[in-house]
């Protein structure tokens, strides 16, 4: 009996993993980028570092926007040296920072001519209730504030570069979310890391959606994606950090491989079916739906409203 039950046990992992793998969405759209200029922020490692190595292969110029300079500079080292594209770059970029972030935006809108693709993929999980030197929660300021800030400051060059792409990278955890906008800094509501992280993924994909609604009629698109549960540094300290999520693993014992991950962020970069396509959220390579809180175009104005207080761009 226990031999039966162990059986079915592996019988139904495997077709987990097998079910996985065959309905994962893959980017089959093999687009050169010759002359198109992406910035990827945390393109250092895990899917960020994935993504920038496919569009180097595709001969876009890279700029791989990283907080930790001997880690970009290794990441632009290796990304070179395998796909034989000079053109990659690293820029500092420092996202719980809006002197960085705005440090960076300025020497972008000095230096390039044109902005054809920015993927706001960095972020952070699991951190403890931190402010920043700018007085923001870390982690809002990190996922949600500093990517607020330094899309807006290259909307400017974004729209004046033709059909260019904003791409967020949110996440599922979204639904475990607990946001309050007018209380972003959760001074408010007792602090728990795995909320927090949440609504920090909800903003991105509220941002889409108002950004969506503010770029209509220019030819500059805004979409967010699901990534899927990815091998990366962050799925470490997310297991590290919850009980909730090792069970989750245990019970879904299949995680995308980091080339995996980041192929609906390709998909979405250079897919010519999304070619115009605003305010959508996507997850293997395939449109899926929000939930109801996510769609709230309200509250997406709102968060907007909110954040440029935050960040104070109106001063600048
Ligand atoms: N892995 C998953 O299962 C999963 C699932 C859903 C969504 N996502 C999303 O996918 C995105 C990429 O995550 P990942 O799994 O590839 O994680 P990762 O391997 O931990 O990479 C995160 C990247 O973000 C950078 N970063 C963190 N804080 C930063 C800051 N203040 N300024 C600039 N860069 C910063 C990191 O830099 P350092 O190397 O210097 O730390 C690193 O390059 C994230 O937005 C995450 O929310 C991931």
């Excluded at 759209?29 to 180097?56: F, M, P, R």
């Excluded at 890279?62 to 990304?79: F, H, S, T, Y």
């Excluded at 594209?85 to 935006?105: H, K, T």
């Excluded at 991950?261 to 899926?288: F, W």
Aim: overall charge positive; proline content about 2%.
């Amino acid at each position: 009996m226990f031999l039966i039950i162990v059986l079915l046990f592996f019988v139904l992992v495997l077709s987990a993993i097998l079910y996985t793998k065959l309905t994962l969405g893959i980017n089959k759209c093999s687009k050169h980028l010759i002359g198109k200029v992406v910035i990827i922020t945390g393109a250092n490692t895990g899917i960020g570092y994935e993504t920038a190595k496919d569009l180097a292969y595709r001969g876009a110029r890279v700029i791989l926007a990283c907080r930790n300079e001997q880690l970009g500079l290794a990441a632009q080292k290796d990304i070179i040296a395998e796909t034989a594209n000079p053109n990659i770059q690293y820029l500092q970029l420092d996202l719980a920072s809006l002197s960085s972030v705005r440090r960076f935006a300025d020497n972008i809108l000095k230096n390039e001519k044109q902005l054809n693709i920015l993927i706001n993929n960095a972020g952070i999980i699991g951190s403890k209730y931190r402010k920043t030197e700018d007085g923001l929660l870390l982690d809002m300021q990190s996922n949600h504030l500093g990517p607020f800030l330094l899309t807006s400051l290259l909307l400017p060059l974004l729209k004046t570069s033709g059909a260019s792409r904003i791409i967020n990278v949110s996440s599922l955890g979204y639904q475990f979310s607990n946001l309050d906008v007018n209380d972003l800094n959760m001074e408010k509501a007792p602090y728990n890391s795995r909320i927090s992280y949440g609504n920090t993924k909800l903003c991105n994909i509220l941002m889409t959606v108002e950004l969506s609604n503010r770029l209509k009629g220019t030819a500059v698109t805004a979409n967010s994606l699901h990534p899927g549960v990815v091998d990366t540094n962050m799925a470490i300290v997310a297991n590290n950090q919850s009980l909730l999520m090792r069970i989750f693993n245990l019970l879904t014992p299949y995680t995308k491989t980091r080339w995996e991950g980041a192929q609906t962020t390709i998909y979405l970069a250079v897919s010519p079916e999304v070619e115009g396509v605003s305010g959508n959220y996507y997850s293997d390579c395939r449109q899926i739906s929000t939930s109801k809180l996510a769609q709230d175009k309200n509250l997406a104005r709102k968060l907007w409203e909110v954040s440029e207080r935050l960040v104070k761009i109106n001063d600048i």
